[in-house]
């Protein structure tokens, strides 16, 4: 952390205002998640805003699957020393394939169970998706699998966000543990990639820019 935050100072001059802003927030956030090691349901909140201070834009516009996908494929692709695929295949491997197995956290099972779709249609999707998670796992495709991680934490992060979990449940812990565990060793290599890299990672204004207020 103390790393990520002296580069961030190093190279804050020669960075626009909008990016500078970007990674300053989605630091605040990653600290404060280090922080929070016995708070699992914050952890997991606090991470999940570093991540989208980083990448989220007009909200008004969805942040849908094409935008994400185009943002990890561009980290991934600038990320030369290949830290994002050694989280992914070597170092976080078996939390990650444990997450990807997990039905609690795929949408389309809550689907069915809010009546949305057939259980028929619930257990193909399943498939479908796993016989894809399979597909990257043997080509070691790191975009494929950050996108069906990433839509899974999605699913996670709403049933928190929208209530639709209890504080400190039994239930939901080791999706939420091995969750916080992704994204906290993610986010940072996240950061580093962008601060590396910033004349062609700069996104551009956040939704919400600091206001001076008079």
């Not at 190093?10 to 630091?27: C, P, T, V, Y």
């Not at 980290?75 to 695929?85: A, G, L, V």
């Not at 479908?128 to 495709?141: F, P, S």
Request: overall charge neutral; proline content about 3%; aromatic content about 10%.
């Amino acid at each position: 952390m103390m790393m990520l935050e002296e580069i961030f100072k190093d190279k804050k001059a020669e960075n626009s205002d909008q990016f500078n802003l970007r990674i300053h927030r989605g630091l605040s956030w990653l600290k404060k998640a280090k922080q929070l090691d016995q708070e699992l349901d914050l952890q997991f909140i606090a991470l999940w805003v570093s991540f989208n201070a980083i990448y989220a834009q007009d909200l008004l516009i969805s942040q849908d699957k094409q935008s994400l996908r185009q943002f990890l494929h561009l980290i991934c692709q600038k990320d030369q020393e290949d830290k994002i695929y050694n989280i992914l295949w070597e170092k976080y491997s078996q939390p990650i394939r444990l997450l990807l197995d997990n039905q609690y956290i795929y949408q389309g099972f809550w689907d069915y169970q809010n009546q949305k779709i057939s259980l028929d249609a619930c257990k193909t999707g399943l498939l479908e998706e796993k016989q894809k998670v399979l597909h990257a796992l043997g080509q070691k495709d790191s975009v494929d699998i950050l996108m069906v991680l990433f839509n899974r934490l999605y699913t996670l992060r709403n049933q928190i966000v929208h209530g639709g979990a209890t504080y400190n449940s039994s239930v939901n812990r080791p999706q939420l543990k091995d969750a916080c565990r992704i994204l906290d060793a993610l986010l940072p290599v996240f950061i580093l990639v962008l601060l590396e890299n910033a004349p062609s990672l700069d996104l551009g204004k956040p939704f919400y820019p600091v206001v001076q207020v008079s």
